[in-house]
């Protein structure tokens, strides 16, 4: 089992820049991939970055303004969001992978980004 507790969300006003935290509950080398999701009020889930030992991805909409990284040695998982927009508002979940067969999803709580205009 692993425990994903996700924070750092707040109000912020566009322009602005916010870094959430995804603290997992055990080693983050025993996941093949991590990443944030965000699901705003009336819409699907959907991706926003991801991370593997050799790559990151991003959604279009985000190139450019966020980046994803990690912390082995905290087993932290981290989103640096910059140069917010109001259509970033959503609810940013934590994501990691493990690999089995299906693949097994865990996911954080959710943190709420709220951007004013």
């Known amino acids: 089992q692993v425990q994903l507790v996700d924070s750092g969300g707040g109000l912020v006003q566009a322009g602005g820049s916010l870094r959430l935290s995804c603290a997992a509950s055990r080693s983050i080398f025993s996941f093949i991939a991590m990443g944030w999701y965000r699901q705003a009020t009336g819409k699907q889930r959907e991706l926003v970055a991801t991370i593997t030992d050799s790559s990151t991805n991003y959604a279009d909409s985000v190139k450019g303004r966020f980046t994803i990284s990690r912390d082995i040695a905290t087993n932290t998982l981290y989103l640096q969001m910059n140069s917010l927009k109001p259509e970033d508002t959503a609810v940013y979940y934590c994501?990691?992978?493990?690999?089995?067969?299906?693949?097994?999803?865990?996911w954080g709580k959710g943190t709420l980004v709220t951007v004013s205009s």
């Open positions: 994501n990691a992978k493990v690999l089995a067969s299906p693949t097994l999803n865990y």
